[in-house]
């Protein structure tokens, strides 16, 4: 099973937007609205940001937000902050027998 | 609070077995299918195994189809991987992970690390 595809790297100034995709197949973010975005500082554990495309569990600034296009998912921050500067990975269902699969991770860096 | 607290993890020489467990609080452990996640040193992250609530459902990676075997025991609110014939590329921090049935994992422990080496 192919990981998704994500940028390695983007960048962006406090207060820009920056937007990271996130391209699968048919048979994964094309298929279901079951794409998800984590948020990774170093060191620590993965935290759930967006669920099923667009949606935010409680406690997540509203500056994160999540779209979807055909194969590809976009995670868009606004108002970056220093503390955004973390890894990012997106992961989706897929009709393959394995479940689920994730991209390979994007590094945002706030200049 | 949710609580995932992984252990288990250690050196291990290749071709060896390795158990790792997950203990969960705070929340109603039979009510939530459960993930293993992996992340080898500097790289990004793998989903490695799924068990729905009951057990009914259980998924693997290619990765580790054969060789790994992910149980749980809801009345001790415990998941568990077993892992065997342990190779050089499994060597990662291995992540015990909620998830909301198959859309989405929403709680993470901190990891436990495995490393495979002669």
């Known amino acids: 099973q192919s990981a998704l595809t994500q940028p390695a790297s983007v960048s962006g100034s406090p207060g820009q937007s920056i937007t990271i995709s996130c391209t699968g197949t048919s048979s994964d973010v094309g298929a279901y609205n079951y794409v998800s975005w984590y948020q990774q500082h170093p060191g620590k554990a993965p935290k759930l940001m967006i669920y099923?495309?667009?949606d935010r569990p409680s406690g997540v600034s509203n500056r994160f937000s999540g779209s979807k296009s055909g194969n590809t998912a976009s995670l868009t921050i606004s108002g970056l902050q220093a503390e955004d500067e973390a890894d990012y990975y997106c992961s989706s269902y897929t009709s393959s027998s394995t479940l689920a699969v994730f991209g390979g991770g994007t590094k945002l860096t706030v200049l | 609070e949710v609580q995932l607290v992984e252990s288990g993890g250690g050196l291990v020489k290749p071709g060896g077995s390795l158990r790792l467990s997950c203990a969960a609080s705070?929340?109603?452990?039979?009510?939530?299918?459960m993930n293993w996640v992996r992340q080898a040193p500097g790289k990004g992250l793998e989903w490695v195994s799924s068990?729905?609530?009951?057990?009914?459902?259980?998924y693997y990676a290619d990765s580790v189809k054969g060789r790994f075997t992910v149980s749980r025991d809801n009345a001790k609110s415990s998941l568990y991987l077993q892992m065997n014939s342990l190779k050089a590329e499994d060597t990662a921090v291995y992540y015990c992970?909620?998830?909301?049935?198959?859309?989405?994992?929403?709680?993470w422990g901190q990891g436990t690390l495995v490393t495979v080496s002669s």
């Open positions: 705070g929340f109603t452990f039979s009510d939530y299918s």
């Open positions: 068990i729905s609530s009951s057990s009914s459902f259980i």
């Open positions: 992970a909620r998830g909301v049935g198959a859309r989405t994992i929403d709680y």
């Open positions: 099923d495309v667009s």
